[in-house]
C-alpha cells in the first residue's frame, strides 16, 4: 500500500515538471518575441506596399526586395503583415510543417468557392479529402480516361481549325471540359452547357469588389455559385436512385465511408474545377507559345510526336493511351520548362498559427507567409540562365525544393498527373496536324490571377493538310 507520503512526493514532483515545463515554454516564447523580426520595410500606414508592389509587375517588386534584403524580407500587402520568402529551403519549411502555417484566403474568395472547400482546412476533414482526390487523380485512375481525354481535345482543336483564336479562352474550354469529365465522368456532356454557363458568370465575379449588393459581379457570381451547387445536388440525387458504381471524383465523393454532407460535396467540386481549369489553361497557353518562337524544340516535339502517331497506324491501334503518354519525354520536358519559366502561380499564401523562428528571425503569429516560387524558379543559383527557355535542363533533376509548380507539403497539387496528361494528349494532336502563327503583340504578361502572356495569346490555326 502506498502511504500518505508517497503520494504527497509523487503529487510534488509532479507539480515540479510542470512549472518546469511552463518556465521554460516561457523562457522560449518570450525568447523568441524578442527575435529580430525579418530585414524590409512595411510601407505606409495600412496600405503598406501594396500600391508599389500591384503599380508594377510583382515579379519585379520581389526581385528588387531581394536584392536589397536577402532571400527573407518582411513587407505589408492588401492590409496584412507579411513574410516574403524565396530560398528553396524556407520555402519547403514553410510548406510543410502545416501546424505552425495554415492556408489563408481572402474570406470573399472562401464564400464563393464553398467555405468547405479542400484549400481552406487542415487536420482530418483535408486527409479525408485529400485522399479521396488523390484516389481518383492517381495514375492507375486516370490511365482509363485517356480515350475520353482525347476525344475532347479533338473536338476542340478542329473547332480552331482556320480561324483567329485566342489560345487562353479555348484552353479553358478544353480543361474545363476535361474537369467536368474527372468530376462527372461520361456523363459531363449532359451538365456541360449549364455548369459553364453558371461557372462563367461565377468567374466574372470572382476578381470583383465583393460587395452583395443587386446588380454587382459580386451578387451574380454569388447567385451562379448557389445554382452550381444546385446542379450538383440535382446529379447527387440522380446517382442515388440508381446503383452504379462510378469511378469519377463525384463517386469517390459520395462514397458512403467518406461521411460527406451534399454541401460539402458541391463546395468541393466547385473547387476542384476551379483548380484545374484556368492553372492547366494557363500553361498550355504559354507552352503554344514557346513553341512557336523556339523552332527547334517545336520540331523535335513533332518528331516525338509523329513517332508515336506512325508506331499506332503500323500496329493499327487506334488512339492514344497511358503507355504512349510515358513515352512522350521531350514533350514532358517541354511542359516542366513552362512550368518553370512561366511560374503561373507566382506565389502562394500562408499563415502563421504561433510565433515561429526561422533562421534568427521571428515570423509572427497571424502574420502571412508567401513563398515566392517564380523567384525560386528564376534564380540563377538555381537554374543556369533562368530567363533562357530550355527544355534539356530537364535532362536532368533539379536539385532538391527547386522546381514546386504543384507545391509541396500537404496541399501540394493532388491533380498534377492529370495537369500532365491532358496536356501532353493535347500537344499530340495540335503538333502532328497543324500550325500556327501568333498574331498581335508578342511579348507582354498580364495576371488575371494566374501569369498569361498578352491578351490571352491571339493565334491563327491551320492544318498541315
Ligand atoms: C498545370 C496545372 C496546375 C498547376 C500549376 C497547379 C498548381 C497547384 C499548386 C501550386 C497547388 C498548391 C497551392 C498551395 O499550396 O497553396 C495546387 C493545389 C491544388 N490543385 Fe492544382 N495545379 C494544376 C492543376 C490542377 C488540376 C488539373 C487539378 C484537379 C483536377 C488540381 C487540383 C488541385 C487541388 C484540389 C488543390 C488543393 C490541394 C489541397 O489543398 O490539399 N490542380 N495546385
Redesign the pocket.
Known sequence: MEGPSTMFSLFASFLFIFVLFKTFIKFLVSKRQHLPLPPGSMGYPYIGETFQMYSQDPNVFFATKIKRYGSMFKSHILGCPCVMISSPEAAKFV?NKSHLFK?TFPASKERMLGKQA??FHQGEY?SNL?RL?LRT?MPEAIKNIVPSIESIAQDCIKSWEGREITTFLEMKTFTFNV?LL?IFGKEEVLYRDDLKRCYYTLEKGYNSMPINLLGTLFHKAMKARKELAQIVAQIISRRRQGNQDYKDLLGSFMEEKAGLTDEQIADNVI??IF??RD??AS?LTWIVKYLCENPSVLQAVTEEQESILKSKKENEEKGLNWEDAKKMQITSRVIQET?RVAS??SF?FREAVEDVEYQGHLIPKGWKVLPLFRNIHHSPDNFKEPEKFDPSRFEAAPKPNTFM???SG???????E??KLEMLVLLHHLTTKYRWSMEGAKNGIQYGPFALPQNGLPITLYSKN
Open positions: 510548406l492556408p479542400i484549400f483535408h485529400r482526390v487523380f474537369a474527372s473547387g476542384v483548380a484545374a492553372t492547366t500553361v512550368l503561373i502561380l502562394t509548380p504543384f507545391g500537404i496541399h501540394a497539387c493532388p491533380g498534377n492529370l495537369a
